[in-house]
């Protein structure tokens, strides 16, 4: 009789297990999502292969995403963390084409390698929207439109701002914290500081190297700069504001004061980076708005209904300079 009960049980068990599984799959990462045949009910099912979590900034663009389109009932979302990896995004997105999605998002990690599945995705007749970052190919009909931002402008007005702040006549020495190498927010980022700084030969960047758009990654690499040239550095740029925070915490480690000794220039406009800001220690915040979902759930709805939509759909953006810019702005910061 006992026995009986126990096989029973086990056996409940197992069939609930086997009926799990039958209701998912498992995507690239071996984290678990929704199976779904696309266009299940009306909805229209979207594909969005992220990157990761390594900064402020994604976590709150994953946040709007999921909140717009998760919780909508015109779509069905099929969410893909790659944890870093290209590869990962690569299999997410044969895994969306499987799957027959209707629209495949991707936040690509890297700007190249990414020709031959994107191919295969307009083989399958599915459209890609890009998101947040940029990618190069020679066939731009490999994409239907990119929803981000101009990261070369937010390095020129990065660059324009901090010669307004020391003055042009003064210049100084400027150490970089690169985002993750390969990705476009790093690339144009680089690009457009060194655009801006370029009539003004006394501002000086006398060090560069990647911090992967991580605090910890960018708190290293300062570490590295300080030791070797600490009492040299007058600035320091980071392509985000998580790498910025970890400098903040080298600097402050070194018995220096950022925002004073040493300035601090990043890009995003997180909350932390805005508290920051508010202690005074740091000085020229660029924003970069993570809030795509909206953007993303009309882009989506229009292209379904076949009307064209935009190559570049961009986003409104501000700079802010110094304590009292950053007080005033922090209780309505959203993100
Ligand atoms: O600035 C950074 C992130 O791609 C625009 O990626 C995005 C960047 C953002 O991790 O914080």
């Known amino acids: 009789m006992f026995k009986l009960k126990k096989v029973s049980i086990s056996l409940l068990v197992f069939l609930m297990a086997i009926s799990i599984l039958a209701g998912c799959n498992s995507n690239t990462n071996g984290k678990t999502e929704k199976a779904s045949g696309g266009n299940k009910g009306g909805k229209i099912v979207v594909g969005f292969s992220q990157i990761g979590a390594e900064s402020g900034w994604r976590t709150a663009e ?3 995403i999921k909140e717009t389109l998760g919780n909508s009932p015109d779509f069905e979302l099929k969410f ?5 990896k290209q590869e990962n995004q690569i299999k997410a997105i044969r895994n969306f084409i499987a799957q027959k999605v209707d629209v495949i998002a991707l936040a690509p990690v890297v700007e190249t390698g990414w020709e031959s599945i994107l191919k295969k995705a307009r083989d399958a007749k599915i459209p890609v929207i890009l998101l947040d970052r940029g990618i190069k190919v020679k066939d731009e009909s490999l994409y239907t439109s990119f929803i ?7 390095g020129e007005n990065a660059a324009k701002e901090l010669i307004n702040l020391i003055g042009a006549d003064k210049g100084a020495n400027i150490v970089e914290l690169q985002g993750t190498v390969g ?5 144009d980022r680089k690009t457009g500081f060194a655009n801006g700084l370029k009539d003004n030969p006394n501002f000086k960047i006398i060090k ?3 911090g992967d758009f991580t605090r910890v990654k960018g708190k290293e690499v300062m570490e590295a700069f300080l030791k ?3 009492k040299n550095i007058d600035v320091v740029y980071a392509h985000n504001d998580d790498m910025a925070i970890g400098a903040i915490q080298a600097i402050e480690e070194y018995g220096l004061k950022p925002g004073e000794d040493i300035k601090v220039v990043s890009i995003d406009g997180v909350k932390d980076a805005f508290e920051a800001a508010v202690q005074g220690k740091t000085n020229i915040i660029v924003e970069c708005n993570p809030l795509l979902g909206p953007q993303l759930a009309q882009a989506v709805k229009d292209l379904k209904a076949g009307k064209e939509i935009p190559r570049w759909i961009k986003t409104e953006e501000s700079v802010f300079v110094g304590k009292e810019a950053a007080e005033e702005a922090l209780p309505s910061r959203k993100y």
């Open 183 to 187: 990705a476009s927010a790093a690339n």
């Open 62 to 64: 994953t946040k709007s």
């Open 148 to 154: 981000g931002s101009d990261f070369i402008l937010e």
């Open 208 to 210: 560069s190297q990647s």
């Open 228 to 230: 070797s040239d600490g």
């Open 80 to 84: 893909s963390d790659a944890q870093q």
